[in-house]
């Protein structure tokens, strides 16, 4: 499981637990709440603005 720990609305992504963000790239969604959880998120791992961001393809790569 995920929790979302901290939300950027300035770049529209979230940090998940273990300091992973979660980016807006590919997908329009709105950001979840602090402690909001996810059972998994999938997507493309890219590399921008100096750091990893997972790019979900889907609201069905983000499963609560």
Do not use: H
């Amino acid at each position: 499981d995920w929790s979302s720990d901290v939300c950027s609305s300035d770049l529209n992504e979230f940090v998940v637990t273990g300091g992973l963000r979660v980016d807006d790239y590919l997908l329009s969604y709105t950001l979840p709440m602090v402690g909001d959880q996810f059972s998994a998120i999938t997507g493309v791992l890219r590399f921008g603005n100096d750091d990893y961001k997972l790019i979900p393809r889907s609201l069905e790569d983000m499963q609560r």
